[in-house]
T-cell receptor, first 114, second 112 residues
Framework: NAGVTQTPKFRILKIGQSMTLQCAQD?????MYWYRQDPGMGLKLIYY???????DKGEVPNGYNVSRSTTEDFPLRLELAAPSQTSVYFC?????????????FGPGTRLTVL | KQEVTQIPAALSVPEGENLVLNCSFT??????LQWFRQDPGKGLTSLLL?????REQTSGRLNASLDKSSGRSTLYIAASQPGDSATYLC???????????FGQGTRLTINP
């Protein structure tokens, strides 16, 4: 059971480039989330999904897109990278929204936009 | 709007001490509260989850308490060890919400 996996671990982009951050979970969780963590700040929610084919915006969705075609995968797309998107990105999942279900986090992707 | 605060931002104690980390939140209508550990350059590891109907949860040397009426949670670490050095984050989920609202964390250093 690998839990939540993310690729790549590190990436440097130039302004205006695009990339997709990959996230997968093997726990058969319905809910998946993308957060970003900026230095000295708490994590902020970018997008989330409650099941395959269903996604919704979080607090800071501008500049990002997501899709969820399978239960296991939840990729995050950056279309036109900007320096403000330099951050550490975490994917998370939970079985459902019950109060006793924890969110489990992946190891993160550290992105630098120059 | 829910806001979560963790004080102090950093804490350094000698090995073997018992210690308490604090978390406060502004909106008491929470669904649950989770404590995480984050090692440098790593992801978040879930330590304990307390549902809104619970007062505390325990796992090994860790005990987390919740007082919704005062908007506070504490994480008690018994007999601290150098391996406990990490940043500890608390996060709350409001009723009806999907997201976790995180505090900024307490960076804990245990000195041998």
């Amino acid at each position: 059971n690998a839990g939540v996996t993310q690729t790549p671990k590190f990436r440097i982009l130039k302004i205006g480039q695009s990339m997709t951050l990959q996230c997968a979970q093997d726990m058969n969780h319905n809910y998946m989330y993308w957060y970003r963590q900026d230095p000295g700040m708490g994590l902020k929610l970018i997008y989330y999904s409650v099941g395959a084919g269903i996604t919704d915006k979080g607090e800071v969705p501008n500049g990002y897109n997501v899709s969820r075609s399978t239960t296991e995968d939840f990729p995050l797309r950056l279309e036109l990278a900007a320096p403000s998107q330099t951050s550490v990105y975490f994917c998370a999942s939970s079985y459902d929204r019950s109060s006793y279900n924890e969110q489990f986090f992946g190891p993160g992707t550290r992105l630098t936009v120059l | 709007k829910q806001e979560v605060t963790q004080i102090p931002a950093a804490l350094s104690v000698p090995e073997g001490e018992n210690l308490v980390l604090n978390c406060s939140f502004t909106d008491s209508a929470i669904y649950n509260l989770q404590w995480f550990r984050q090692d440098p350059g790593k992801g978040l590891t879930s330590l304990l989850l307390i549902q809104s109907s619970q007062r505390e949860q325990t796992s090994g040397r860790l005990n987390a308490s919740l007082d919704k009426s005062s908007g506070r949670s504490t994480l008690y670490i018994a007999a601290s060890q150098p391996g406990d050095s990490a940043t500890y984050l608390c996060a709350v989920r409001n009723q009806g919400a999907q997201k976790l609202v995180f505090g900024q964390g307490t960076r804990l250093t245990i000195n041998p």
